[in-house]
């Protein structure tokens, strides 16, 4: 059952303490450390034997805090990566850190294992606004970690950046990017704050002792950021993201294109075929193998449906007449034709473009994707 060119996710839950505004699955015991080691090389080891080593073309590590994982644990992660997988054609394998917990021995450690791409979360520049948000880094150490990462010989630098928190000068957003940018970082993720599960910071505003600022206000800087990153060379190749020519994420790019890839840790979630899966969020029950997966089989219209729900994200926009190709064979015209009355006014406003064959969001449309997107759920 050999499967080419899989992408394979790992959750690392560990964290210093959670951040104001983090719902992510994630705690501060990080005596579970060895138990979660065991559990997860015992869980590669059993999917490279069920698919028959199969050919991994990337690797990602979020969090969590990856880099809270010892030296020791993150080289037999490695190990068992490149033992139960082909990894011969690896072409990307990333790490998360956070910028206050990152060491030189680390980071070689890293190297050694075959990571080659660093992805920090960085957030903002502003000490005031991180201490807000429970961050466990300052500035200078953020800038200092993107050096310490080249120095260690990573030279594909990806940074969080965080726009709409209470208190954040939006103006002050523009300047963070152009100092990480300075420091070596050739990939930003932007993402607009996002409460709407429970944590403390949504129950500060919540409870009006935080104000958010004015959703225009944050769409107005967003837009802003948008003109401005190409003239500091980054480009946008997705709807929160922005690298250098060829500095963007192999892996995240898989999730929009519906290419297959394996979750594993607690809360991860995995992805083949039509086959879609939850790991326990309960980190214990995962440590322990109690948990419940949530295990979901697609039918043909949700399948259909999540190729533009997902390839939109993208700058290059889905390749609409094949996918009207697509759903003629499989006998779903109708649906196809349902969709293009529901995203004719989108596109009659320039949210949405047709160029050829291709349709994709403009850069308004980016600022209501979720509205357009609601076309295919």
């Excluded at 300075?182 to 930003?188: P, Q, S, W």
């Excluded at 946008?236 to 929009?256: L, T």
């Excluded at 949210?351 to 980016?366: K, Q, S, Y």
Aim: proline share 5%; net charge negative; with cysteine.
């Amino acid at each position: 059952m050999a499967y080419p060119n899989l992408g394979l996710y790992i959750h690392a839950p560990f964290c210093q303490r959670r951040c104001a505004y983090c719902s992510f699955t994630s705690t501060t015991a990080l005596s579970l450390e060895p138990l979660y080691v065991k559990r997860l090389l015992r869980d590669m080891a059993d999917w490279g034997r069920y698919l028959e080593k199969p050919a991994l073309e990337t690797v990602y590590m979020g969090g969590g805090t990856p880099s809270l994982l010892s030296q020791d644990s993150l080289a037999a992660i490695s190990r068992v990566i490149h033992s139960e997988f082909d990894a011969a054609g690896l072409l990307e394998a990333t790490l998360e850190a956070n910028p206050g917990t990152l060491s030189p021995e680390w980071l070689k450690t890293a190297m050694r294992g075959g990571w080659n791409r660093l992805s920090l979360g960085a957030q903002t520049l502003d000490n005031t606004l991180l201490q807000r948000l429970g961050r466990v880094h300052d500035a200078a150490q953020c800038l200092d970690a993107v050096k310490m990462c080249k120095d260690a010989g990573f030279d594909r630098i990806s940074a969080d950046l965080l726009l709409g928190a209470p208190g954040q000068r939006m103006e002050s957003v523009q300047e963070d990017a152009a100092r990480m940018i300075d420091a070596g970082v050739e990939h930003l993720s932007v993402y607009i704050l996002d409460l709407d599960k429970q944590c403390p910071l949504k129950f500060q505003v919540d409870n009006g002792l935080a104000e958010l600022p004015p959703d225009e206000l944050v769409a107005q800087a967003y837009q802003a950021l948008m003109e401005y990153l190409p003239q500091l060379g980054l480009d946008p190749y997705e709807i929160s993201n922005y690298s250098r020519p060829g500095r963007h994420s192999v892996h995240n790019i898989r999730y929009w294109q519906k290419k297959p890839y394996i979750g594993l840790g607690p809360g991860a979630a995995g992805n083949i075929g039509n086959l879609r899966w939850t790991e326990s969020e309960n980190i214990a029950e995962w440590i322990n193998d109690d948990g419940q997966t949530e295990i979901q089989f697609l039918s043909l219209e949700e399948s259909l449906a999540e190729i533009p729900l997902l390839a939109l994200r993208l700058r290059s926009g889905v390749n609409w007449s094949a996918l009207r190709e697509l759903a003629e064979e499989l006998g779903m015209c109708g649906l196809i034709q349902n969709w293009e009355r529901e995203l004719a006014p989108f596109i009659a406003r320039g949210l949405l473009r047709l160029d050829g064959e291709n349709m994709r969001l403009t850069t308004e449309g980016t600022l209501v994707s979720n509205q357009i997107f609601q076309a295919f759920v």
